[in-house]
């Protein structure tokens, strides 16, 4: 009878972690959906000030005739003329809530990351692992304050954090030294053909994962792999 139950429990294991995986992943979007909500909530109008002073010539401050009332025009500091009035500094893109940028992989990082075995290993469990392509904030190399959402091939992970390749949509990677070809994918919605970038290795964290797009099929998976072990040192 022991013998039984605990073949029981070992057959039922599998199940067990599919299904603590699934009620982790919607914890997850229902939380960001929660995160979303609060920031979709607009912010209330402010309320209507004082009037202003009026002069003895009846212009209501350093409000010009014929402006909206409640509104003043700039002026300059050096010649005290009338200006057009500075626009308020924005959040640098990247740094918005519920954003958490990718970021270029430590060399101690990368060296670890190539000493392990590249392994293709793509899982429907809401996860990111090798072998797929999610969406994520890639920063610029040349400007890290700017940047947009890029698709990025997973190559590994460690805990929390996803190691991958950005990929790119312009032709003029075609035959550009670090960048190989990847062709068309249902990861972009125009279906147009891909490069991945072989020599910058980025981590993103798993929060910082906007969504999952696509999974890359094992043969053209094996080709990059191939060409980070034979110029790259992977192994």
């Known amino acids: 009878m022991a013998d039984f139950w605990k ?24 939380q960001a959906r929660t995160a979303g ?7 209330p109008a402010p309320k209507p000030g004082p009037p202003a002073a009026t002069s003895k010539t009846g212009a209501a401050g350093s409000r010009p005739a014929g402006s909206p009332r ?9 010649t005290g003329k009338p200006g057009a009035a500075a626009p308020k500094p924005g959040p640098r893109p ?17 060296a670890a990351l190539q000493r392990r075995k590249l392994a293709y290993a793509p899982e ?3 996860e990111a692992d090798p072998g797929e392509i999610v969406w994520t904030w890639v920063p610029y190399e040349d400007d890290p304050s ?21 990929l790119s949509s312009q032709d003029s990677r075609d ?36 969504r999952e797009g696509a999974v890359l099929d094992r043969a053209r998976f094996d080709r990059v792999a ?10």
Request: charged share 30%; net charge positive.
């Open 175 to 210: 035959g550009q030294r670090h960048w190989h070809p990847l062709g068309p994918g249902n990861w972009d919605r125009d279906n147009r053909p891909s490069w991945v970038r072989l020599d910058r290795v980025l981590t993103v964290a798993e929060d910082g994962i906007r």
């Open 70 to 78: 409640g509104t003043t025009r700039a002026t300059s500091k050096t």
């Open 7 to 30: 073949n029981l429990a070992e057959k039922a294991r599998p199940l067990w972690r599919l299904l603590a995986k699934a009620v982790v992943r919607k914890y997850r979007e229902d």
């Open 146 to 166: 700017q940047g947009k959402d890029r698709p990025v091939l997973v190559v590994g992970r460690d805990g929390g954090t996803v190691f991958g390749l950005m």
């Open 226 to 235: 191939a060409a980070l072990r034979a110029e790259y040192g992977w192994h």
């Open 37 to 43: 909500s609060e920031r979709a909530v607009p912010r």
């Open 94 to 110: 990247g740094t918005q809530p519920g954003r958490v940028p990718a970021q270029v992989a430590r060399n101690s990082q990368v």
């Open 124 to 126: 429907p469990d809401g």
